[in-house]
């Protein structure tokens, strides 16, 4: 049984079994309500799910890319419930799950050549003028999307044009869906793979940072 947790656009947690059947999916799509709505959301789908916490024997964790402030609260949140657990974090690019949702809805609708044919890119924004694109193509032998690049930041109104020197269809996602980071999460656990980073791909540094030096202190 596995946990999804995602904060990298809204606040996205699921339960998944290992063979793919979700069993509770919730989302908020507040950009900026994650710690809000994270222990809540939490509570709620191991209720619809059904189990209870020491079921869960994995957390699959969103990291990103996605600000910094959002982000590190649905990591933190995998890592402390896998903590309490016991149970291991599996790390997961969140543009894999969108990439993953939407290659197989091409698989039951009939638009999966196309997809094996001609990559696209997941682009999700990152406010301020820019956006984050990861480029895929089909999927492979394990189930997962085919990464052809890693996440990227580019200038929102350079996106089109940098997609068009990759050969890449842009795919735009307002949301990262939770019961597809877990089943990315139970294929690569399955295959003995690790698809995803153990630090978080944040899109920039914090806008807070530490003083470089001591402060003067005057009498």
Excluded: C, N
Excluded at 116 to 137: G, L
Excluded at 180 to 196: E, K, N, S, V
Aim: proline share 6%; aromatic share 4%; hydrophobic share 45%.
């Amino acid at each position: 049984m596995i946990l999804g947790i995602d904060t990298s656009l809204g606040t996205a947690v699921a339960v998944v079994e290992h063979d793919g059947v979700v069993r509770a999916q919730l989302e908020s799509a507040d950009p900026r309500g994650h710690a809000e709505v994270i222990g809540t959301l939490l509570q709620r789908v191991l209720a619809e799910a059904q189990v209870a916490a020491s079921d869960i024997t994995h957390v699959a964790a969103g990291m990103g890319p996605g600000p910094f402030t959002g982000l590190r609260v649905g990591i933190a949140a995998a890592r402390t419930f896998a903590l309490g657990r016991d149970v291991p974090v599996i790390p997961v690019p969140s543009h894999d799950a969108v990439a993953l949702e939407l290659l197989l809805h091409d698989a039951l609708t009939g638009g999966y050549e196309e997809s094996i044919d001609q990559p696209f890119a997941v682009a999700t924004d990152a406010r301020r003028r820019e956006y984050a694109y990861t480029v895929y193509r089909g999927l492979d032998d394990d189930g997962l999307p085919v990464r052809l690049s890693e996440a990227a930041l580019v200038p929102r109104d350079e996106l089109d044009g940098v997609l068009e020197g990759r050969g890449a269809l842009r795919r735009d996602a307002e949301r990262i869906p939770a019961a597809m980071l877990a089943l990315a999460g139970a294929r690569a656990l399955a295959a003995g793979r690790t698809i995803g980073p153990t630090d978080a791909l944040y899109l920039r540094s914090p806008d807070v940072t530490a003083p470089t030096g001591p402060k003067r202190v005057t009498a």
